[in-house]
């Protein structure tokens, strides 16, 4: 079961994503995983992306694709995987289908999470960090005990800068621009499902579910 996510920033890719992982017992593979255990291990791969990172530039979406591949290819994905936050564009979707099909291999489903771009401001808005133990919280999904105040460390919590509403407009004119015409891409191949994901986070994953499962 191979599997690659879709949604804006804040729909709730990766929370979905997990619970996808453990249910199935594949593994969730983001590219950030990718990126730092590659670069913790010293691989060839890793080095490679090392040097665009130091330079703070983006690592090509060529090398993105062969760590994700190198990743796929280890013994804990056979049975399948989640891919969660790659692929991000067009020429990185191209890619991955190239690399998969050179390997006899496809992916089953796209799974897009839809959430309006008004709803994912006012989430993202809700959420707060611990500036001591980095402990994360939502003020109406999960608020802390005692308001501003981190129940782990005691320490002050705070709106961070990428949860702020024009960061995260700004986020989502990018994903609207690079990201959303996957969904077509993907259509196309057949392999698209739609979730509503406004709904509660165990609603959101029993849908994903009867679709994996269907």
Known sequence: MKIVMLGGPGAGKGTQAKQIAAKFNIPHI????????????????????????????????????????????????????????????????????????????????AIDIEVPDENIVKRMGGRRACLGCGATYHLMFNPPKKDGICDVCGKELILRDDDKPETVQKRLNVYHDQTQPLIQYYSEAGILKEVDGTKDINEVFDAIVLILEG
Do not use: H, W
Not at 35 to 43: L, V
Not at 80 to 87: Q, R
């Open 30 to 109: 983001s590219t950030g995983d990718i990126f730092r255990a590659n670069i913790k291990n010293g691989t060839e791969l890793g080095k490679k992306a090392k040097g665009y990172m130091d330079q703070g530039l983006l690592v090509p979406d060529e090398l993105t694709c062969d760590l994700v591949v190198d990743r796929i290819a280890q013994d804990d994905a056979k049975d399948g995987y989640v891919l969660d936050g790659f692929p991000r564009t067009i020429p990185q979707a191209e890619a991955l289908t190239k690399a998969l099909n050179a390997r006899g291999e496809a992916l089953d489903y």
